[in-house]
C-alpha cells in the first residue's frame, strides 16, 4: 500500500477516494476518525489519508489527484455528448453522465 494524499478534511479524503474509485483504484482512508484525537497526537498525524490498495497505481492516483486538486472551479467544461456547460471540477456531465474532456 501506498500512501496517494493526505487530506485536510475527512470530506477532502471522501472526495479522493471516490475519484480513485472512479478510475478502477482500490483505496482506503486512513485516520478517519483521528480528529477527535487532536492534542493528544501531532496535527500531521491526525489528517485523513487516502492509500491505495495496489502499489502499481500509485503514479495514476496521484496523476488523477493532482488534476482534481489543481482544476480550476471558474473554467467551464462543454459536454461533447448533449452540450450543457459543466464546472471545470467536475469530471463527468451533471445531465447526462457523460465523460468530460480534461
Not at 50 to 67: F, K, N, P, S
Not at 69 to 98: D, M, T, V
Request: with cysteine.
Amino acid at each position: 500500500m501506498k500512501r496517494v494524499h493526505i487530506a485536510p478534511t475527512l470530506l477532502d479524503a471522501q472526495l479522493a477516494a471516490d475519484a480513485l474509485s472512479s478510475l478502477g483504484i482500490i483505496s482506503h482512508i486512513f485516520n478517519a476518525n483521528a480528529a477527535g484525537a487532536l492534542g493528544e497526537v501531532p496535527f500531521m498525524q491526525a489528517q485523513p489519508e487516502v492509500w491505495v490498495d495496489d502499489d502499481a497505481y500509485e503514479t495514476q492516483a496521484r496523476e488523477a489527484l493532482a488534476g482534481l486538486l489543481n482544476a480550476q472551479p471558474g473554467a467551464e467544461k462543454i459536454c461533447p455528448h448533449c452540450g450543457e456547460p459543466n464546472p471545470g471540477n467536475f469530471l463527468s456531465c451533471w445531465q447526462c453522465g457523460g465523460a468530460l474532456p480534461d
